[in-house]
């Protein structure tokens, strides 16, 4: 499974695109979020919420939802974005995992959610990452390398200037909360070094530029 070109605005995942009650999108830079999409005021935290029933002031990271014709969305320009869903319970979540949100578990907390709303069981989720940054282009100073110690054991290095991968470390994440490897795409396009296809806060320091990555149940 992996992520491809699904239009001149999109990419998509192969391993979602296998569900015909199941729409969803990373969109490029070049593309404006679907009229009627939910989106969060993100705030790099493990805050997730259901939709319907919160709005563009509503705070948080992550939104969850079973109900056909509600549209999940992220903002990102180098976060990750994951879109989960499970064909059992037929529920869906996107969730937006920046480093910061990566530390704080995010992805596991909107895991956990689908189970205590739903009863989502973690082996049947399936979840794709959309395009962000790599760990080619993600290079963090020792002020925040030593955070990802946990998540990377093996590593001898977080002590000082070094790359991180912010995929690898939401795999790891997912696998810890119950998803399986053979149901999770997690190798996108880096957006730093994708060129002008996407959005790059730390390429272009852009304050407002953002991509949005959309799911829903049809």
């Given at each position: 499974m992996s992520i491809v070109?699904?239009?001149?605005?999109?990419?998509?995942?192969?391993?979602?695109?296998?569900f015909d009650w199941l729409h969803h999108a990373f969109l490029t830079?070049?593309?404006?979020?679907p009229p009627g999409v939910f989106l969060l005021h993100?705030?790099?935290?493990?805050?997730?919420?259901?939709?319907p029933g919160c709005h563009t002031a509503t705070c948080?990271?992550?939104?969850?939802?079973?109900?056909?014709?509600?549209?999940?969305?992220?903002?990102?320009?180098?976060?990750?974005?994951?879109?989960?869903?499970?064909?059992?319970?037929?529920?869906?979540?996107?969730?937006?995992?920046?480093?910061?949100?990566?530390?704080?578990?995010?992805?596991?907390?909107?895991?956990?959610?689908?189970?205590?709303?739903?009863?989502?069981?973690?082996?049947?989720l399936h979840?794709?990452?959309?395009?962000?940054?790599?760990?080619c282009c993600f290079e963090v100073g020792p002020d925040v390398a030593p955070r990802f110690q946990s998540l990377f054991p093996e590593r001898s290095d977080l002590h000082q200037q070094t790359h991180i991968d912010l995929c690898e470390a939401n795999l790891r994440q997912l696998l810890a909360a119950g998803l399986l490897p053979?149901?999770?795409d997690s190798l996108p396009p880096c957006t730093f070094c994708?060129?002008?296809?996407?959005?790059?806060?730390?390429?272009?320091?852009?304050?407002?530029?953002?991509?949005?990555s959309v799911i829903a149940i049809r």
């Open positions: 070109k699904a239009s001149p605005s999109s990419f998509s995942s192969t391993l979602l695109s296998q830079a070049a593309a404006q979020p993100q705030i790099h935290s493990a805050t997730v919420h259901e939709a948080g990271d992550a939104l969850v939802t079973r109900q056909p014709g509600v549209q999940l969305g992220v903002k990102t320009a180098d976060c990750l974005p994951i879109l989960i869903a499970d064909p059992v319970s037929r529920c869906a979540a996107a969730v937006h995992a920046g480093w910061r949100g990566t530390l704080t578990n995010i992805a596991s907390a909107a895991v956990s959610r689908l189970q205590s709303l739903y009863g989502a069981q973690p082996a049947s979840a794709a990452f959309g395009p962000s940054i790599g760990p053979a149901h999770i994708g060129g002008s296809e996407f959005h790059s806060w730390r390429r272009d320091h852009h304050p407002s530029a953002r991509m949005f």
